[in-house]
C-alpha cells in the first residue's frame, strides 16, 4: 500500500439518547492510502456519513483515534484542527451546500476565507474551465443544473489540492449521466495522488470505487 | 475573497433582514438623540425665556426708578421752594420721655442736664443752628390765683465750630418777665409794671399780643431763675433749634441720626409746621413710590417664578416620558436586532457547516455575523442622524443637532451604536461560531 493518508483506529461514536445511548459506529478500523478511492455502503444509519465526519474532523469519535497524514486529529485544538482541515481535506456532499448569494467564481474561492492561497483566482477560473463552467463564473446556484451545482461544489472542494477527498453521496441528487461524471472527477483525483473516501447507496457508484467497505449499524 | 465581501453579498442577498435592522437602529437613534436634542433645546429655549424675562423686569424697575426718582426730584424741589428761608425747628425732649404727654400738655415732664446743650453745641453739629434750652412747667400763680405755663428761657448757646449766629430771639434778663396777652391784659400789666411770682418780684420786660395758643397764658422768665423757682436747678425739658438745614429731603431723619449720635435717647420731632406735613407728604409719596417698586418687583418675580416653573414642568414631563420611551425604544432596538441576527444565523446554517467544513475557524464565523451587525448599526445610525438632520428645525433652542448636543456626541453615537448592534446580535453571533457541523452537514 502506498502512504496512509487516513487511518481509523477503533473509531466508536455513540450518540446520546434517553434511555441507552444510540451506536452510530462502533470498533471501527479504516486506512486508506494515497491514490484509493474507497466506497463505504451499508443501510441508513449504518454511520457512513457519521465515520466521514469523524474522518474530517469534524465530529470527535467517543473513542479511537483518526489520523489524516500521520496528524492525529482530535488531539490537535479546534483552531489547528481547522487550518489542517483547511489545507488537506475536501468534503463533497450530496446536498452540494453552495452558498446562495455567491456566484460560481465566489463559491469557489470560498475556501479562501480560511487563509490566503497563492494565486486563488487564477487557479479557481483555470479549474472551472476544466469543468466546463467557465460561463457560468458570474452565475449564482439557483441559476445552475444540478450537474453543474455539483461540479462547482467538486471545484470548491478540491481548489486548496487536499491530500484527502471526503464525499457524502456525491450522486445522491443526480441523474445517471452527471453521476458518472462525477465519479470519473473522484476517480481522476484518487489517480493524481489523493484518497477518496465516499459513502453512498448506489450500486454504480460503489462498482467505480477501487475498494469498498460495508458498514453495519 | 475577504469577510467584507462576503458580508456585503450577503447583506444584498437578505435585504429585509438587514433593512429592518437598519431602519429599527435608525428609529431609535431618531427619538434618542432627537429626545435629547429636544430635552438640551428645551434648556436653551428656556434660559433665553427667562432672561428676557428678568432683563423685562429690570428694565420695568430702572423705568419705575427713573420716574419716581424725577418725580422725587419734582416734589424736593417745590419742597426746597416752599421751605426756602424758612428753615425748620425741632424740639429735643429727654431720654424716656413719653411723647404722648408732651402732645396732651405741651411740654415734658421728664427733664434732662442743661449740659446737654453745651454738649450739642460744642459738637460739629451741622444740621441745627440756633440752640435755645429750656424748662417748661404748668403751675398755679399763687399770688394770681390762676393757671399759667411757666417758661425758663435762656437766650442762644451759639454753636462752638460756626461763625456766631445773630439770636433769634432775646433773652429774658434775671428779674425780668415776658407776658402773654391774657395775662397782662386781664391782669392789667405792662411793660414795666412790677408782679410777684411764687413769692419773688418781677419787672415785666414784655407783653405779647394776642395770638390765640396757649402763648396767651404764658410766662417767659429766664432759665436759672426759672430752675430755682421750680426747685430744679441744672435742668431742662427741651431743647428748641431753631432754623435747621438739611442737604438731604429726608432732613428729620438725617437731624435725628445726628443728634442721636451726640445724645443717645433723646427724642426729637418737628415742630409742627407747613414745611413738615409737606415732607411728611413727600415722604408718604416715596413710600408709595417704593411700595409700588415692590409690588411691581413682586408681582414680575411671582411671574418669572410661574414661567419657570411652567418651563420646569414642561421639562419634568418630556423628561419622564423620554425617561420611559428612550430606554424602551432602545430595548426593543435591541431585542429586534437580536432576533433579526438569530434569524439570519437560522438561515445560514447549511453555509456555516460548509464554511466550517471548509476549515474556517468559529473566530471567522463569529467575524462575519459581528461584521453584519457593526455594519448595521453603521447604516442605522447614519440613517437615524440623518433624518434627525433634516427636522432639527423642529427641534427647541434654535440651535441646531450639532448645536445642541456637540460634534463629540455625534462622534460618540457613530462609534457606539455599531458597538450596540455588535452587542445585541452577539449571542446569536456566538451561536452561531459554536455551531456544530457535523450538526447540519450528517444526514444519515
Known amino acids: ?217 | 475573497m475577504s469577510v467584507l465581501h462576503l458580508i456585503l453579498r450577503e447583506i444584498a442577498h437578505r435585504r429585509l433582514n438587514f433593512v429592518l435592522g437598519v431602519i429599527c437602529v435608525a428609529m431609535t437613534v431618531f427619538v434618542a438623540f432627537g429626545a435629547w436634542g429636544m430635552l438640551r433645546g428645551h434648556d436653551v429655549e428656556a434660559s433665553g425665556i427667562l432672561n428676557q424675562h428678568q432683563a423685562k423686569t429690570e428694565q420695568i424697575l430702572a423705568e419705575m426708578d427713573a420716574k419716581t426718582n424725577e418725580n422725587m426730584k419734582k416734589l424736593e424741589d417745590a419742597i426746597r421752594k416752599s421751605m426756602k428761608g424758612l428753615g425748620f425747628n425741632i424740639f429735643i425732649y429727654p431720654e424716656g420721655q413719653e411723647m404722648a404727654e408732651v402732645y396732651s400738655q405741651g411740654f415734658a415732664s421728664k427733664t434732662m442736664p442743661e449740659e446737654y446743650v453745651m454738649k450739642l453745641a460744642n459738637s460739629e453739629i451741622v444740621t441745627v443752628n440756633h440752640l435755645l434750652p429750656r424748662l417748661t412747667r404748668k403751675i398755679k400763680w399763687p399770688e394770681e390765683e390762676r393757671t399759667v405755663v411757666l417758661i425758663g428761657v435762656r437766650g442762644e448757646v451759639p454753636i462752638a465750630f460756626k461763625d456766631p449766629k445773630k439770636p433769634l430771639i432775646d433773652p429774658v434778663s434775671e428779674g425780668e418777665l415776658v407776658l402773654g396777652y391774657e395775662l397782662h391784659n386781664s391782669l392789667d400789666l405792662e411793660v414795666g409794671s412790677r408782679t410777684t411770682l411764687m413769692g419773688q418780684e418781677f419787672v415785666v420786660s414784655k407783653c405779647h399780643p394776642e395770638r390765640g395758643t396757649v402763648d396767651d397764658i404764658t410766662i417767659w422768665m429766664n432759665l436759672k431763675e426759672c430752675q430755682l423757682l421750680l426747685d430744679q436747678p441744672g435742668q431742662i425739658n427741651a431743647i428748641l433749634a431753631l432754623e435747621c438745614n438739611c442737604e438731604t429731603i429726608d432732613r428729620l431723619g438725617e437731624v435725628r441720626a445726628e443728634i442721636s449720635s451726640i445724645l443717645p435717647g433723646t427724642q426729637i420731632i418737628e415742630k409742627g409746621s407747613r414745611a413738615l406735613a409737606r415732607a411728611e407728604a413727600r415722604v408718604q409719596a416715596k413710600k408709595t413710590a417704593i411700595k409700588q417698586r415692590e409690588e411691581t418687583l413682586k408681582s414680575r418675580t411671582a411671574q418669572l417664578a410661574n414661567e419657570k416653573a411652567r418651563l420646569d414642568n414642561l421639562r419634568n414631563s418630556r423628561e419622564s416620558l423620554m425617561s420611559v420611551l428612550v430606554p424602551f425604544l432602545v430595548g426593543l432596538c435591541l431585542v429586534v436586532v437580536g432576533v433579526l441576527s438569530f434569524a439570519n444565523v437560522r438561515d445560514r446554517q447549511s453555509e456555516i457547516g460548509i464554511f466550517r467544513a471548509m476549515g474556517i475557524s468559529d473566530q471567522h464565523v463569529l467575524s462575519v455575523f459581528l461584521g453584519r451587525a457593526w455594519l448595521l448599526g453603521c447604516g442605522g445610525v447614519v440613517l437615524g442622524l440623518l433624518v434627525l438632520f433634516l427636522y432639527e428645525g423642529k427641534l427647541p433652542g434654535n440651535l441646531g443637532l450639532i448645536g445642541l448636543l456637540g460634534k463629540k456626541v455625534l462622534v460618540y453615537a457613530l462609534l457606539g451604536v455599531p458597538v450596540l448592534a455588535c452587542g445585541a446580535a452577539w449571542l446569536p453571533s456566538l451561536s452561531a461560531a459554536r455551531k456544530d457541523p457535523a450538526e447540519v452537514l450528517r444526514h444519515d
Open chain 1, 1 to 217: 500500500m502506498t502512504d496512509i493518508v487516513l487511518k481509523c483506529e477503533k473509531v466508536r461514536k455513540t450518540f446520546p439518547a434517553p434511555g441507552e445511548d444510540v451506536l452510530a459506529v462502533s470498533e471501527m478500523d479504516l486506512e486508506v492510502g494515497a491514490g484509493e478511492f474507497v466506497g463505504l455502503f451499508g443501510a441508513s444509519g449504518c454511520g457512513k456519513s457519521t465515520l466521514l465526519l469523524m474522518s474530517g474532523g469534524l465530529m470527535e469519535p467517543t473513542s479511537g483515534n483518526v489520523e489524516v497524514l500521520g496528524k492525529s486529529l482530535y488531539q490537535a485544538s479546534e483552531t489547528e484542527r481547522s487550518a489542517f482541515r483547511a489545507n488537506n481535506i475536501g468534503f463533497l456532499f450530496q446536498q452540494f451546500h453552495l452558498v446562495p448569494y455567491l456566484n460560481v467564481l465566489e463559491n469557489v474561492l470560498a475556501p479562501t476565507l480560511a487563509g490566503d492561497l497563492p494565486n486563488a483566482r487564477e487557479s479557481a477560473i483555470d479549474l472551472l474551465k476544466q469543468f466546463s463552467l467557465d460561463h457560468r463564473l458570474d452565475h449564482v446556484p439557483s441559476k445552475l443544473s444540478t450537474g453543474e451545482q455539483q461540479r462547482v461544489a467538486f471545484v470548491r472542494s478540491i481548489l486548496r489540492k487536499p491530500k484527502l477527498l471526503l464525499a457524502d453521496e456525491p450522486t445522491g441528487n443526480l441523474d445517471a449521466e452527471n453521476s458518472n461524471e462525477v465519479l470519473n472527477y473522484l476517480d481522476e483525483f484518487a489517480k493524481s495522488g489523493g484518497a477518496v473516501v465516499m459513502a453512498t447507496h448506489d450500486p454504480v457508484a460503489l462498482e467505480r470505487s477501487s475498494r469498498s467497505i460495508q458498514l453495519r449499524g
